[in-house]
């Protein structure tokens, strides 16, 4: 059986949360900067239509499934992820604010990386950017190497230097000296089973 889908319309001929995907259509089809969006409950729709389009337009549906969970990650905090295209392949990594989503910073693309280091390198700025801001919140990250090479003060990477990645040894080089500013951490498991989506997930899989 087909599981029930809720479309939300923000711009539309009469925007609202439709339980149809005909009723949807019927609201966007043929209107000029149409805005809307599946979602797979009705409490994550309600959410969405209170919400801007742009926070969810690009994003998995999954995305923000935490906030209908008994447990959700705590708040105020920072989600960080990474994206490679290939390994070793361009690599970028980012910051977003988990409750709202906002993007705090974001780096790359860079040549000849892999996923590990990007999420590495991704918990490092976090760190620094909340010590900048001087904010004491949690770090989220779904990646259980990074974490392993964050509490190891080193990034334990296998992946051989050459003249295209010399650049993110530079930069890895920079976070493990960055790291020995840091007494202690605050970096939790992004729990995906359960919450969906790390907030920070480029949306490519």
Known sequence: MRKQKFYVVWKGRKPG??????????????????QY?????????????KG???????????????????????????????ACSGSPGPLEYRGVNTETGEQV???????GGT?????????????????RHKLDWVIYSDSDTAVA???????????ARTAQNAMLFQLIARAEESLKNFRSF????????????NPADFGRK
Do not use: H
């Open 17 to 34: 949360i439709y339980t149809s995907w005909a009723d949807c259509e019927a609201q966007v089809k043929g209107f000029e900067g149409a």
């Open 37 to 49: 969006k599946g979602f797979e409950s009705r409490e994550a729709a309600k959410i969405a239509f």
């Open 52 to 82: 801007k389009y742009e926070d969810f337009k690009s994003r998995p549906s999954s995305v923000r499934q935490w906030l209908f969970t008994p447990n959700p990650p705590m708040l105020p905090s920072l989600s960080v992820d990474a």
């Open 105 to 111: 910073f974001r780096a790359g693309p860079f040549p």
């Open 115 to 131: 996923n590990n280091i990007g999420e590495f390198l991704a918990i490092v700025r976090g760190m620094e950017w909340l010590a």
């Open 149 to 159: 090479w964050i509490r190891a003060r080193k990034c334990n990477t296998q992946l």
């Open 186 to 197: 605050r970096i939790m498991k992004w729990d995906t089973k359960a919450w969906g989506e």
